[in-house]
């Protein structure tokens, strides 16, 4: 599909672009918002602690971990926005998902949090020029584009979806 994104990333990170190129960056993101928001609304309460094989993160600590890796992004996107070229330092998702203890926390507060954080997320790349978003930086070692970490965003949501859908409604 035809873009206007200067989208340079490592491999590991073309699945994500692949589920989230949608040729405009500020619609594909609203819409995945949304769709997130509602997709998060109809997990019955009964999964939301359930995982569906031994060491496998339920659901609830998959939405912890959307939003430790939303988190990580927005960083990354506004340091490189701001062409700051510092490299910036990958994460251990298994380590940060094992450290972060969602068992006293409720599901329609993370829900928020989500919420809350992505709006916020959509106002900064709303608000980067053109010249910010093709600018890049080096991330976990490798050269990574602002651009294509706010697809990365859309697209690490679609990937979970997509794995809460095959693995634990279905």
């Not at 589920?19 to 509602?38: H, P, T, Y």
């Not at 609830?60 to 959307?66: A, Y």
């Not at 990580?72 to 490189?80: D, K, Q, S, T, W």
Request: aromatic share 12%; hydrophobic share 40%; proline share 2%.
């Amino acid at each position: 599909m035809e873009h206007e994104y200067n989208l340079v990333y490592a491999d590991y990170y073309k699945n994500y672009i692949q589920l989230a190129l949608d040729g405009d960056l500020k619609k594909a993101l609203k819409k995945n918002s949304k769709s997130f928001l509602e997709f998060l609304e109809s997990i019955p309460a009964q999964k939301i602690d359930y995982a569906y094989a031994e060491g496998k993160w339920t659901i609830k600590q998959l939405l912890q971990h959307i939003i430790d890796a939303e988190r990580v992004f927005a960083y990354r996107a506004l340091r490189i926005a701001r062409f700051d070229e510092t490299a910036l330092p990958g994460f251990d998702e298994n380590t940060w998902a094992e450290k972060a203890d969602v068992s006293a926390r409720g599901w329609q507060d993370m829900v928020k949090e989500f919420k809350a954080l992505r709006k916020s997320n959509r106002a900064m790349i709303n608000d980067f020029t053109k010249e910010q978003l093709s600018a890049t930086g080096t991330a976990s070692g490798n050269p990574i584009s602002c651009a294509a970490i706010c697809f990365i965003l859309v697209g690490h949501v679609e990937h979970h979806m997509n794995i809460i859908r095959e693995r634990y409604l279905s």
